[in-house]
């Protein structure tokens, strides 16, 4: 994947806890995506109603609770902060979701490279920038 010169995210420090690396080490390879070209959104999602990418998932408290109200939608998880994909692996454990994945990526990239057009039929973006600081613009 290549990956652009002005990309939309830039990561801070990883300090995840040690449940959420557990998580993250336990239930990536059956959760999680490393995109390698066009992804296959029947592979992943066969009897999905409708298919739903959520940029920047955060902690993942939010996509948890919407896939587990919506089991008929698939979602697509796009997080770079590897403690939010290591807390949202263990809701997605403890709720028993089947309608999730992960994919650590720019959404920039997923959208130009891995996702046909049209292929989504939504977006969720929860609070792209909640605190507009002058020190926080490099996040941007």
Same mark, same amino acid.
């Given at each position: 994947? %290549?990956?652009?010169?002005?990309? *939309? ?15 993250? *080490? ?11 070209? =066009? ?9 999905? &109603? +409708? ?9 993942? !408290?939010?996509?948890? %609770? ?7 939608? /698939? ?10 994909? /290591?807390?949202?692996?263990? &809701? ?5 979701? &089947?309608? =999730? ?7 920039? =990239?997923?959208? !130009?490279?891995?996702?046909?057009? *049209? *292929? ?13 600081? =002058?020190?926080? +613009? &490099?996040?941007?």
């Amino acid at each position: 994947m %290549e990956r652009p010169d002005n990309r *939309s995210y830039k990561l801070r420090g990883a300090r995840a806890t040690p449940a959420q690396e557990a998580a993250y *080490s336990a239930l990536w390879d059956e959760f999680g995506i490393t995109p390698t070209g =066009v992804i296959d959104i029947a592979q992943y999602f066969p009897d999905s &109603k +409708r298919i739903i990418m959520e940029i920047g998932t955060g902690m993942g !408290e939010a996509t948890a %609770e919407i896939a587990r109200t919506f089991p008929e939608i /698939g979602f697509f998880a796009v997080e770079l902060h590897k403690p939010g994909l /290591g807390s949202l692996l263990s &809701k997605i454990a403890e709720y028993e979701l &089947k309608n =999730v994945r992960l994919i650590s990526e720019d959404a920039r =990239v997923l959208l !130009e490279e891995c996702f046909p057009d *049209s *292929s989504l039929d939504g977006f969720h973006l929860y609070f792209p920038d909640p605190w507009p600081k =002058v020190r926080h +613009r &490099k996040r941007r």
